[in-house]
């Protein structure tokens, strides 16, 4: 069905597949720490540092009242909060608290656990290859760092600043979280379940 002889298939095909595989891992990975895939992905992308709500809208694909249901209902689980930047009081920001950040590294560290094993059956050169063709992939379309390294979240410092102004002028660049993808987004957890970029999710 849809393959070539030898198992082989197109590109668009392999992507989309993919990213059910992934979706599916969010979904497991959220049931063992009672998350729904959405939630699981907004702990993940703030794990960095705090975000904006325009921002952060636009990072996992969700419009401004779907979003805004998502974070209340995280917030109301004590693993998110709203706070007002403390130097510039024009900018609000999403960050996790001590609570959520915990359950970001465990959701994150189970995530990474099953991932890990979809392509144990490759060798390790294939596996190699596959995470730079991947790496470039993501690289070539900007997409903004949804998804950290196993590890990584120990060594970073305190978030930057990152938000959207009370009165609608724009944040000073550097203070900006990465852009987010050029193009449309099809897959991973904000409509159905997500890591990365192309988020969809389940709510």
Do not use: W
């Not at 993919?18 to 969010?26: G, H, K, R």
């Not at 907004?42 to 805004?68: I, R, W």
């Not at 998502?70 to 996790?96: C, K, N």
């Amino acid at each position: 069905m849809g393959k070539e002889a030898g198992g082989r298939m197109g590109i668009v095909t392999a992507l989309v597949r993919s990213s059910f595989l992934v979706n599916a891992v969010y979904t497991e990975s959220g049931r063992t720490y009672g998350l729904t895939p959405q939630q699981g992905q907004l702990l993940c992308v703030l794990m960095p540092q705090p975000y904006g709500m325009g921002e952060l809208g636009a990072t996992l694909g969700l419009a401004k009242s779907s979003l805004t249901g998502l974070v209340d209902r995280t917030a109301r689980r004590g693993l998110v909060r709203r706070r007002v930047d403390p130097v510039d009081r024009r900018v609000v920001r999403v960050e996790l608290t001590e609570r959520g950040a915990a359950l970001a590294q465990r959701f994150h560290a189970e995530t990474c656990r099953q991932l890990e094993r979809l392509p144990e059956e490759l060798a390790e050169p294939d596996r190699a290859a596959l995470a730079v063709l991947l790496g470039r992939l993501v690289h070539a379309n900007e997409v903004p760092d949804v998804f950290m390294e196993p590890g990584e979240f120990g060594e970073l410092g305190e978030a930057g600043s990152v938000g959207d102004t009370n009165d609608g002028s724009p944040v000073p660049a550097a203070a900006r979280a990465p852009r987010p993808p050029r193009l449309a987004r099809t897959a991973p957890a904000t409509r159905t379940s997500a890591t990365g970029r192309r988020p969809t999710g389940g709510r």
